[in-house]
């Protein structure tokens, strides 16, 4: 995956803006610790500006995107993070899990390095409530393969609080299924570009053709006209907390 990233990373930070409500929420699941730990970091996106943060990230690309103001990186691993136990109060994770190469292993250390509290920002597999799905049918095999299930992960941190995370509508963060709301930002291949799903799967123009007809037909609109009046929507990511102490 740092591979991956070294490649499709170009203008990643450009593509993949910290949305502030998402911010929000990730901030409030930390809760009152003083240092962070941010483990597959990449450009920087919700690291938490008032608290004392390290980042992790294996891609030279992503480390070189971060802003200057943006906190001190580290390049690693996740499954070989270069710190003692119980380094940090809180280690952080943001859509970042179904890259590494042992999720297990990575999990495991950052509970080795964490001392209060562990927050993930995932997706769930099972979730299919997703009109994507119909077009690129592809992706829900995808998810299934790099996407842990949610129980994988209170079998490595022990109990975890699970909670949805409502994706609004405009939303500044283009990761995959940011733009529920606004289909045509598909059929832009800049915004794909920051999606790594659109570069595994195969049978990407197929579903980009059927999309762009349907649209242009009103037919996407018939079908699925009715989040057009939603301002945000569960996509099926998740805030998962694990409190150490």
């Known amino acids: 995956m740092n591979a991956l990233y070294d490649s499709i990373g170009i203008d990643y930070s450009n593509l993949r803006k910290a949305d502030p409500r998402i911010a929000a929420h990730i901030r409030n699941a ?19 500006g008032d608290l ?34 119980d380094s940090f109060d809180a280690a952080l994770a943001i859509l970042t899990v179904h890259h590494w190469a042992d999720a297990a292993k990575g999990l495991a250390e950052m ?24 077009y690129w049918p592809q992706l829900a095999a995808l998810d299934d393969a790099q996407m842990p299930p949610m129980d994988f992960y209170s079998g490595i941190l022990g109990p ?31 915004l794909r570009k920051g999606s790594s799903s659109f570069w595994k799967i195969d049978g990407v123009d197929d579903g980009l053709a059927r999309l762009e007809r349907d649209l242009a037909s009103g037919e996407w609109q018939k079908r699925y006209g009715d989040l057009l009046g939603q301002e945000q929507r569960d996509m099926g990511y998740r805030l998962l907390v694990a409190d150490l102490a």
């Open 52 to 85: 004392e943060v390290t980042a992790l990230e294996p891609s030279a690309q992503m480390i070189s995107q971060r802003p200057a103001d943006a906190a001190q990186a580290v390049q690693g691993s996740a499954e070989n993070i270069p710190f003692a136990d």
């Open 111 to 134: 509970r080795r390095v964490a001392r209060k509290k562990i927050v993930i920002l995932a997706f769930d597999p099972g979730f299919r409530e997703n009109w994507l799905l119909d």
């Open 30 to 48: 930390i809760g009152d610790v003083a240092s962070v730990l941010n483990v597959g970091a990449g450009t920087g996106s919700y690291e938490p």
């Open 160 to 190: 975890v609080q699970i909670s949805p995370l409502p994706v609004p509508h405009d939303c500044s963060d283009g990761f995959l299924y940011a733009y529920w709301r606004r289909p045509q930002a598909y059929l832009d291949p800049r």
